[in-house]
T-cell receptor, first 114, second 111 residues
Framework: GAGVSQSPSNKVTEKGKDVELRCDPI?????LYWYRQSLGQGLEFLIY????????KSGLPSDRFSAERTGGSVSTLTIQRTQQEDSAVYLC????????????FGSGTRLTVV | TQLLEQSPQFLSIQEGENLTVYCNSS?????LQWYRQEPGEGPVLLVT?????EVKKLKRLTFQFGDARKDSSLHITAAQPGDTGLYLC???????????FGGGTRLMVKP
């Protein structure tokens, strides 16, 4: 596609439920990143995928968070047993390769845990 | 852990004024990027600076990368209401596989 597509754009869930957030990167982009942004602040790195290499999961805040990337394209971020502190905007970005020249971000998924 | 500190956190100015946003770190970055984010959207890349001492101009925006590649600044001349938004700096390590973001500067330009 022309840009990075994320769905849903908004998600309200009850505490304790599981949620799945989807990211469709730009076609041909081998690198995919998930970030989390709270209250319009800076971005917190979560996880990074590059081609067929093992993902860099160093930013995942707890074992309730996991992500996968199927076929080197679409990625799903799963949060199990959601907590109120998980409420944030989850942003996905992709780049042509591990690039120092910048990412293209999606519009994000706003997750609200009530 | 590489950290980036942005200042100021908030800035409210009148149309036509000039401003500078700073991004500082004790770490060296292979490159540094500036993004602008509007409500409900993801950050949009404005510029990437790679060489220490590099200066890039984008219309009324001037970006500078420090000689030691630890800091950067964004200067806006004659700010306009359309410049309103959240400005984020982000530094890349040598592998370039993860960006470290600053906390952001929220700019409001009043007409």
């Amino acid at each position: 596609g022309a840009g990075v597509s994320q769905s849903p754009s908004n998600k309200v869930t009850e505490k304790g439920k599981d949620v799945e957030l989807r990211c469709d990167p730009i076609s041909g982009h081998t690198a995919l990143y998930w970030y989390r942004q709270s209250l319009g602040q800076g971005l917190e790195f979560l996880i990074y995928f590059q081609g067929n290499s093992a993902p860099d999961k160093s930013g995942l805040p707890s074992d309730r968070f996991s992500a996968e990337r199927t076929g080197g394209s679409v990625s799903t971020l799963t949060i199990q047993r959601t907590q109120q502190e998980d409420s944030a905007v989850y942003l996905c970005a992709s780049s042509l390769m591990p690039s120092p020249y910048g990412y293209t971000f999606g519009s994000g998924t706003r997750l609200t845990v009530v | 852990t590489q950290l980036l500190e942005q200042s100021p956190q908030f800035l409210s100015i009148q149309e036509g004024e000039n401003l500078t946003v700073y991004c500082n770190s004790s770490s060296v970055f292979s490159s540094l990027q500036w993004y602008r984010q509007e409500p409900g959207e993801g950050p949009v890349l404005l510029v990437t600076v790679v060489t220490g001492g590099e200066v890039k101009k984008l219309k009324r925006l001037t970006f500078q990368f420090g000689d030691a590649r630890k800091d950067s600044s964004l200067h806006i001349t004659a700010a306009q209401p359309g410049d309103t938004g959240l400005y984020l700096c982000a530094g890349a390590g040598n592998a370039g596989n993860m960006l470290t973001f600053g906390g952001g500067t929220r700019l409001m330009v009043k007409p």
